[in-house]
């Protein structure tokens, strides 16, 4: 009895192939504007592997099928309103991640308002000597009011993480929250002009285009930080540089951009910036545990019938 087919479109973790290849045929094809299948191949494919976009086009290449497993949290390349008409569950790795992003997310407002980074490199570079010391930091953390803009299963672990070093917490999302106690703004602007330090965890969705615009750096002000760790998308990069330039905005720690891996010269050039590769979930640890789920999605799928994380816009097949 020939084994179920499973597409695995470009590259994905290893630990995914590791686990999948002795249940199921692996197809694997590179990506491209259309999937390099022949129909007979294309028919055979009933499940899909895949780390990054999974456009609308490429469904409709495969008649048979039945899931998509995704790679990530955030699945914002994947057509899910084509595969929600088509009966095609999506799933994703939510929580396996939360834990390491809301601890960098921590990390990068440390580095950004103490300026770590550079203190390391200062010292690396022979900078301290007898009767020498690195400059104090502008900023601290004590007494801030950290502004979360966006309250999913990470914005509550940053919130969580946050409570302990005895700051204000408030947050902005679509709606209120009612089982917590942070302040709520129905307004990013009235958020912004409340707080000193923004946070941004939001999903890339057209709501959230560049929402992070000159109105809003302007709010959060010459003493403000804003870091994101949710999608570059959300930010205005232009006006973020012109910001940290004319010291309209004290500091930004930034993991995501708006075109990766193309980073602004203006944002490389800003002292006042921590900028990483996004690595906010990037260890071993997790990304095993996120190889793991979309693995196990795709086994508890043809094996039970139901899929163990699947998006809320395509709710799981009876």
């Not at 499973?6 to 686990?19: A, C, F, M, N, W």
């Not at 929402?211 to 930010?235: E, M, P, Y």
Request: aromatic share 6%.
């Amino acid at each position: 009895m020939s084994r179920i087919a499973i597409l695995v479109p470009g590259k994905i973790h290893d630990r995914v192939l590791e686990r999948l290849k002795d249940r199921f045929e692996i197809v694997t094809v590179p990506r491209g504007e259309r999937l390099a299948l022949d129909g007979e191949t294309a028919g055979r494919i009933r499940g899909v592997a895949v780390s990054g976009a999974f456009p609308g086009a490429w469904m409709d290449q495969l008649p048979n099928v039945e899931v998509i497993a995704s790679f990530g949290v955030g699945y914002d390349g994947m057509d899910v309103k084509r595969a929600a008409e088509k009966g095609i569950i999506v799933t994703n790795t939510p929580d396996v991640l939360n834990d390491e992003v809301a601890d960098t997310t921590i990390g990068l407002l440390l580095n950004t308002i103490r300026e770590l980074p550079r203190a390391e490199a200062w010292l690396r570079d022979g900078n301290w000597k007898p009767g020498t010391a690195y400059p104090l930091s502008r900023f601290s953390l004590k007494g801030r009011h950290v502004g979360l803009y966006g309250l999913g299963r990470i914005g509550l672990e940053i919130a969580k993480r946050l409570e302990p070093f005895k700051v204000k917490i408030s947050y902005h999302t679509r709606s209120h929250h009612a089982d917590v106690s942070y302040d709520y703004y129905p307004t990013l602007k009235g958020l912004a002009e409340a707080v000193d330090t923004l946070i941004a965890i939001v999903p890339k969705t057209p709501q959230t285009h560049k929402t992070i615009n000159a109105d809003i750096l302007a709010a959060l002000g010459s003493d403000g930080i804003l870091v994101n760790v949710g999608r570059g998308w959300t930010v205005d990069e232009e006006a973020l540089g012109a910001a940290l330039a004319s010291g309209a905005l004290g500091a930004a720690g930034l993991d995501v951009f708006y075109e990766e891996p193309i980073v602004p010269a203006d944002l490389l050039a800003a002292e006042n910036a921590v900028l990483l590769p996004h690595v906010a979930s990037a260890s071993v640890p997790t990304r095993n545990a996120m190889a793991d789920l979309v693995a196990d999605n795709l086994i508890a799928w043809f094996e039970k019938g139901s899929a163990l994380t699947p998006v809320p816009e395509t709710p799981q097949k009876a």
